[in-house]
């Protein structure tokens, strides 16, 4: 099998389970020890858990916390809810639905619209009541990146916080200034389960998850040494090889683009991560394609929207057709990714979706 999937998650690096080996030991090791008690093993424990933060700290602006979570969808929820009630929330019309169904259940929601490129920029007007503005740094559908520092600056003129969806940016490219930031273990080589809502200095939320307090006051429950551990390894990896796999991936994506240049790219193919390609090819029926190519995994578009049967809502938000969404594809490449691995994907794509013009 090939995997062409990295936007939906990422294969886990062998630092990352060495790391997490250590805390999972069962009756007779030292490792299973809980981060908050006072013996210790919990000391012990709890030195993990902040060895791990310093560590995913590197990738962040300075001057911040780092509120570890279950995943990123709770991180957007805390920041959402936990940073205020009332006034609008502001988000680009292509976030996740995490970020999109938060803001909606919290009442007055405001869409910025988004351009052909898949550029949501900032020479559009925001509410008056505008207290949260929420644009991502890297779309997961189609990889384009956006202007967040000039967000976080429009935000703060208008009186506004501003939340980053870095979960698809995290540990690839320069996470940039925000007052909060969504990341996710999972989509850099660490394990599922786990992420973090980066907190600026001085910006105080309310707490969303009640119980003992156990992250910063804001986010109960007792924290995970071994996937925190996990992710912690992750981040330092990538810190590490960060250079190397930029290079590669631009590699594969030169290859991807040769193999697939009868194919329409949506989205600017300069102002994106080189990691994520998502094309389209009229008519394409993508099930029947995904059926006669098994052993490549691939996406229709977002894994956390496939299988409802609509078309994407962020191809539907930079003009294309119900049609054109519906012929689309992402592959999504990167560290653990050869050049012969894209050679043999494209090979049976290309096949498979000629074979349905005949």
């Not at 809980?34 to 993990?48: F, L």
């Not at 001085?202 to 969303?208: P, T, Y």
Request: net charge negative; glycine share 10%; with cysteine.
């Amino acid at each position: 099998m090939i995997y062409l999937d990295y936007q939906a998650t990422t294969p886990l690096a062998p630092e990352a389970r060495d790391a997490m080996m250590a805390w999972l030991d069962g009756p007779g090791g030292t490792g299973f020890g809980n981060p908050h008690s006072p013996h210790r093993m919990g000391r012990t424990a709890k030195a993990a858990v902040e060895l791990a933060r310093e560590q995913v700290a590197a990738l962040l602006p300075a001057g911040g916390t780092v509120i570890f979570t279950s995943g990123a969808t709770e991180a957007i929820n805390l920041a959402i809810r936990g940073s205020g009630h009332g006034g609008t929330v502001s988000v680009s019309a292509i976030e996740h639905a995490a970020v999109l169904d938060t803001a909606g259940d919290m009442g007055k929601t405001h869409y910025l619209n988004v351009a052909r490129d898949g550029q949501c920029n900032v020479n559009q007007d925001l509410p008056a009541d505008t207290r949260l503005v929420c644009v991502m740094q890297v779309n997961n559908e189609i990889g384009t990146i956006q202007p967040t520092l000039d967000w976080h600056r429009k935000a703060k003129e208008n009186n506004a916080l501003y939340l980053c969806d870095a979960v698809q940016a995290y540990g690839k490219i320069e996470v940039t200034g925000a007052d909060m930031i969504a990341i996710s273990a999972h989509k850099f080589h660490g394990p599922k389960g786990v992420g973090a809502l980066w907190v600026r200095q001085g910006l105080e939320l309310q707490e969303v998850q009640t119980g003992g307090g156990q992250e910063a006051g804001v986010r109960s429950g007792t924290l995970s040494p071994a996937l925190i551990a996990g992710m912690g390894a992750a981040a330092k990896l990538a810190d590490q090889s960060l250079d190397h796999d930029r290079e590669h991936i631009e590699r594969l994506w030169e290859r991807a683009r040769d193999r697939f240049k009868d194919w329409q790219v949506n989205g600017s193919e300069e102002a994106r991560w080189h990691g994520n390609l998502n094309l389209r090819r009229e008519g394409l029926d993508v099930a029947r394609l995904m059926s006669d190519c098994r052993n490549i995994m691939f996406s229709a578009g977002s894994a956390c929207a496939s299988g409802s049967g609509r078309p994407s809502h962020v191809l539907k938000a930079i003009g294309l057709s119900d049609a054109e969404a519906k012929s689309s594809i992402r592959l999504g490449f990167g560290r653990y990714t050869s050049l012969e691995d894209i050679d043999e994907a494209a090979e049976t794509i290309n096949a498979a979706a000629q074979a349905q013009a005949l």
